[in-house]
Nanobody
Framework: QVQLVESGGGLVQAGGSLRLSCAAS????????MGWYRQAPGRQRELVAT???????NYADSVKGRFTISRDNTKNTVYLQMNSLKPEDTAVFYC??????????????WGQGTQVTVSS
């Protein structure tokens, strides 16, 4: 089992910045990809950014150039630096991790979520 704990959410004004952190614990030795998703009221959960253990990244078009995902493989921790925040970024942000065996995903885990609110 893998447990994920997010931190760093809060309330900021438009144009401000926040940095989210997510630490994986438990049987996390087989984790490959980690990432961030978000869900706003009345909307489906959507991908924000992902990063593999090798450093490959993927971003949603809406956050490219503003958000940066990074990770510390030794600590199994993933970060999301969010700059130039907009009110439409307001959502609950969830950390995600995928467990792999022989190139096949065998598990997917979610954190409890952290609220990000951007005021106009």
């Amino acid at each position: 089992q893998v447990q994920l704990v997010e931190s760093g959410g809060g309330l900021v004004q438009a144009g401000g910045s926040l940095r989210l952190s997510c630490a994986a614990s438990g049987r996390a030795f087989s984790i490959n990809a980690m990432g961030w998703y978000r869900q706003a009221p009345g909307r489906q959960r959507e991908l924000v950014a992902t990063i593999t253990s090798g450093g490959g990244t993927n971003y949603a078009d809406s956050v490219k150039g503003r958000f940066t995902i990074s990770r510390d493989n030794t600590k199994n921790t993933v970060y999301l630096q969010m700059n130039s925040l907009k009110p439409e970024d307001t959502a609950v942000f969830y950390c995600n991790a995928e467990e792999e065996q022989d190139g096949l995903t065998i598990g997917r885990y979610w954190g409890q979520g952290t609220q990000v609110t951007v005021s106009s």
